[in-house]
Structures are given as structure tokens and as C-alpha cells.
């Protein structure tokens, strides 16, 4: 079983969708989880990070974390076409090594 | 201003050559690292580094090395290329203890033909 799962889509929606995208990882021993923006041929771009479990919201993002259930998500609301990009989550075990676990992507597209 | 940057941008160069790839950051972050990122798009890390301390992904090759001039600076030498080492190469760093905070580089499409 792969660290960390995500669906690699591609995921289609019309402008204005709500979109859920997710991770569910299996070591119990991550603290941290971020998402990370991705555009074509550009460098990964942090999005959020979340602590531990619950919510954070930050404008039309919100990501939440499981820890329970080993699983993530983040939300867009109003998703506009300018949202069109890889989405990554990755995980990381604290301390110092830095070693952030990547998914693979969710490659989404926001039609007009 | 561009927050971490590399230099080149594309790489094309034949198999058994040697490169190195440039990165500089001016965030005053304390650590740097060094991604790999496959046709897949699946991205893995192979060193990151502070002035204390350089972690190497086991999985790495030793043709593959990372050279730091100063704290601002994390070049990645590559020996003997490969064709197997052709991906884009993602250079990131991060605030002191913050490992989770990462920022990245452009990235450095690196083809071996």
C-alpha cells in the first residue's frame, strides 16, 4: 500500500462547482498536511497547511483533515476557471527532515 | 522578485555528460531541498539540506550530488547522465524548523538523449 493515495482524476466541473478533492494516506504518524497548487510546466505552489486534525479555511479553500479515518480533503467553493491546475496533497512527520510525502495529483479542470 | 529560483530552465544534453543544475533562494530560509519529479508527475525528494545537516534519499543514485556555496544556495551535480534521469528537477525551501512550508522553484526540465 502506497504512503499516500490520490485520485489522479482528471476531474471536469463547470465554473461556479463546489470541488472536493482527497487523500488518504496510511501511516498514523503524519502531523502535518498541506495541499499544493500545481500549474502546466510551473512549480508546485503551497496552498495550505493543516496541523494535526480538523478545518482551515482560507477564501474560497477549505481543507480538512481526519485523522481517524487517515483522510484529507480540500474545497473549493465558486471554483472559477482560473483554478484549473494539479492539485497534490502531501504529508510530512514533523521534526526536521522535511521529507514531504507527495499524492500523485488530482489534475482539475474548471470549464467556463 | 522571484522567490526560489533555477537556473537553466531547460537542460538537453547526451547520456554520460555531466550537469549541474543552479538554485537560489531569498526567502533567508534555512533549508533547501532538491525534487525529482518523474513523467508521471509523481514528485519525490531527494536531499534537502540546511547548513547542519544533509539528509539523502536512499534511493538516490551517487552520480547525483548536491553542492551548497551558502545558505541561499543548493546546486545539484549530476554525474554520468542517464536517460532515466530525464524529469523535471524542483529545487524548494523552507523556514527554519517550518519543514512542512515549502516554496518552490520553477522548476529545471531536465531531457537526456
Known amino acids: 500500500q502506497k504512503e499516500v493515495e490520490q485520485d489522479p482524476g482528471p476531474l471536469s466541473v463547470p465554473e461556479g462547482a463546489i470541488v472536493s478533492l482527497n487523500c488518504t494516506y496510511s501511516?498514523?504518524?503524519?502531523?502535518?498536511f498541506m495541499w499544493y497548487r500545481q500549474y502546466s510546466r510551473k512549480g508546485p505552489e503551497l496552498l495550505m497547511y493543516t496541523y494535526s486534525s480538523g478545518n482551515k479555511e482560507d477564501g474560497r479553500f477549505t481543507a480538512q483533515v481526519d485523522k481517524s479515518s487517515k483522510y484529507i480533503s480540500l474545497f473549493i467553493r465558486d471554483s472559477q476557471p482560473s483554478d484549473s491546475a494539479t492539485y497534490l496533497c502531501?504529508?510530512?512527520?514533523?521534526?526536521?527532515?522535511?521529507?514531504?510525502?507527495f499524492g500523485k495529483g488530482t489534475k482539475l479542470s474548471v470549464k467556463p | 522578485d522571484t522567490a526560489v529560483s533555477q537556473t537553466p530552465k531547460y537542460l538537453v544534453t547526451q547520456m554520460g555528460n555531466d550537469k549541474s543544475i543552479k538554485c537560489e533562494q531569498n526567502?533567508?530560509?534555512?533549508?533547501m531541498y532538491w525534487y525529482k519529479q518523474d513523467s508521471k508527475k509523481f514528485l519525490k525528494i531527494m536531499f534537502s539540506y540546511n547548513n547542519k545537516e544533509l539528509i539523502i534519499n536512499e534511493t538516490v543514485p551517487n552520480r547525483f550530488s548536491p553542492k551548497s556555496p551558502d545558505k541561499a544556495h543548493l546546486n545539484l551535480h549530476i554525474n554520468s547522465l542517464e536517460l532515466g534521469d530525464s524529469a523535471v528537477y524542483f529545487c524548494?525551501?523552507?523556514?527554519?524548523?517550518?519543514?512542512?512550508?515549502?516554496?518552490f522553484g520553477p522548476g529545471t526540465r531536465l531531457t537526456v538523449t
Open positions: 501511516n498514523s504518524a503524519f502531523q502535518y
Open positions: 526567502l533567508g530560509h534555512d533549508t
Open positions: 524548494a525551501s523552507s523556514p527554519g524548523t517550518s519543514t512542512y512550508e515549502q516554496y
Open positions: 502531501a504529508m510530512d512527520y514533523g521534526g526536521s527532515q522535511g521529507n514531504l510525502i
